[in-house]
């Protein structure tokens, strides 16, 4: 089982922190920066071991060479980005293996928002046996990445993969975008009562204070556009209207 922490980082940044409960093992994703991680591990007492990287942008990376610096950890990230990924001693592809400790977890290859990005499947890693994803800025709640380097053929391939996978399991993203992009998908769909009823619970949860994510897969098939766009050319269209979207 992991125990998994957030860290806010930057401005709207999400870093996670991932210990395995039967080993002591941890691990961070996308740390963008250090100092915020090793204090958050101290504070807990956690020996970082690794670091798993979903692309290259600097606001995932920014922290790996200080923190593999501190503790020695091995740094492992998308192979085609290892030449922009700081520090980086393995590259890896859809179907590799991945461990934190006894979790043991997978690689999916999820191109889109950049060419290798990748996301990282723990199955049963969950504190109720439900599965673990960590995705970067391929799938966020109600949302998806900006296609930077990939196609909307490639988005929506990466999200039909995602979406395969249990409806419980449970969606690390790394941004705290999600009333934001509520807002949007209420405009790509505003007849789905489910976003209306999900947006109502996201504006009440921020005006506490609270984060809006981790999401589940079930979730995202009810209330997010880019997941529920029956094909690469609505999810397009949908992707360039978010990009232009000021409401």
């Known amino acids: 089982m992991l125990d998994i922490v957030r860290i806010p980082a930057l401005s709207d940044n999400y870093i996670w922190l991932a210990r395995d409960s039967e080993t002591g093992e941890a691990a ?7 100092a915020p991680t090793l204090a958050k591990a101290e504070e807990l007492g956690w020996e970082i071991s690794q670091i798993l990287n979903t692309h290259w942008h600097p ?6 060479a200080e923190i593999k610096d501190a503790t020695g950890c091995k740094v492992t990230g998308p192979k085609g980005e290892e030449e922009k990924i700081v520090a980086i001693d393995r590259a890896v592809v859809e179907g590799d293996r991945v461990a934190i400790g006894s979790a043991k977890g997978r690689v999916i290859d999820v191109p889109g928002h950049t060419a290798g990005h990748n996301a990282y499947y723990f199955e ?13 800025d391929t ?3 109600m949302g998806c990445g900006r296609l930077f380097e990939g196609t909307p053929a490639q988005m929506h391939d990466s999200l039909a993969k995602l979406a395969g996978l249990p409806t419980d399991t449970k969606v690390y993203c790394a941004h705290e975008y999600t009333q934001a992009n509520g807002r949007f998908a209420l405009t790509a769909e505003p007849e789905n009562e489910a976003i209306r009823r999900r947006q109502d619970q996201v504006i009440a949860m921020r005006e506490r204070g609270e984060a809006t994510v981790p999401t589940t897969i079930g ?12 094909d690469a050319e609505e999810l397009g269209r949908r992707r360039d209207a978010k990009d232009s979207f000021s409401g």
């Open 139 to 141: 799938l966020f709640a």
């Open 124 to 136: 049963g890693a969950g504190k109720d046996g439900e599965g673990v994803l960590f995705c970067g």
């Open 59 to 64: 606001d995932h990376v920014g922290g790996n």
């Open 28 to 34: 961070v994703i996308d740390p963008a920066e250090a």
């Open 219 to 230: 979730a995202e098939l009810d209330t997010n556009p880019f997941v529920r766009a029956s």
